[in-house]
T-cell receptor, first 113, second 112 residues
Framework: GENVEQHPSTLSVQEGDSAVIKCTYSDSASNYFPWYKQELGKRPQLIIDIRSNVGEKKDQRIAVTLNKTAKHFSLHITETQPEDSAVYFCARGESGGYQKVTFGTGTKLQVIP | EPEVTQTPSHQVTQMGQEVILRCVPISNHLYFYWYRQILGQKVEFLVSFYNNEISEKSEIFDDQFSVERPDGSNFTLKIRSTKLEDSAMYFC??????????FGPGTRLTVL
């Protein structure tokens, strides 16, 4: 189906270390993979997205990788800072049209100063 | 930068009452969505809306729910007879091109 599995559910890292969050999906029609950051009580905010025609995308300290064959995609945050602490959601969708995005279960990231 | 707005920010209602949650999508967007998030859980899709009609809805979006775009700017979600389990944060989103969905700040619905 369209479900997305996300691991780990919680992640604690020391400031300056890297954090990696992994997701898997099953729907072969998926070709759009956004990542959202949600601070407590706030809206989900898109931080980066990737489409299936590329395997990797980077934006400063954030990078996403996609293995379409294995149906895996990952978020990498380098040089973590306390303000990176939040819940991160991966999601999948189908590019174009009116398609919804389906969210993963979320990862609560805590960056310890 | 344009933003999706939602009102009210918090709605408290009695079980069985009707509520209407309001959203103003980004003005040149054509696709509109409602999602909900029960406290501590993931964001769940409710419904998508395009060209003045529902394009897709989830199992959650039963006969108690309806959506409407009454004018050129507002997009509303109505829950006809609220239940305790409807308590959640409701997010409106809109999408232009290509794919990014912009979320509103949410309405926290509390059903007593």
């Amino acid at each position: 189906g369209e479900n997305v599995e996300q691991h780990p559910s919680t992640l604690s890292v020391q400031e300056g270390d890297s954090a990696v969050i992994k997701c898997t999906y099953s729907d072969s029609a998926s070709n759009y993979f956004p990542w959202y950051k949600q601070e407590l009580g706030k809206r989900p905010q898109l931080i980066i997205d990737i489409r299936s025609n590329v395997g990797e995308k980077k934006d400063q300290r954030i990078a996403v990788t996609l293995n379409k064959t294995a149906k895996h995609f990952s978020l990498h945050i380098t040089e973590t800072q306390p303000e990176d602490s939040a819940v991160y959601f991966c999601a999948r969708g189908e590019s174009g049209g009116y398609q919804k995005v389906t969210f993963g279960t979320g990862t609560k990231l805590q960056v310890i100063p | 930068e344009p933003e999706v707005t939602q009102t009210p920010s918090h709605q408290v209602t009695q079980m069985g009452q009707e509520v209407i949650l309001r959203c103003v999508p980004i003005s040149n967007h054509l696709y509109f969505y409602w999602y909900r998030q029960i406290l501590g859980q993931k964001v769940e899709f409710l419904v998508s809306f395009y060209n003045n009609e529902i394009s897709e809805k989830s199992e959650i979006f039963d006969d108690q729910f309806s959506v409407e775009r009454p004018d050129g700017s507002n997009f509303t979600l109505k829950i006809r007879s609220t239940k305790l389990e409807d308590s959640a944060m409701y997010f409106c989103a809109s999408r232009g091109q290509p794919d990014e969905q912009f979320f509103g700040p949410g309405t926290r619905l509390t059903v007593l």
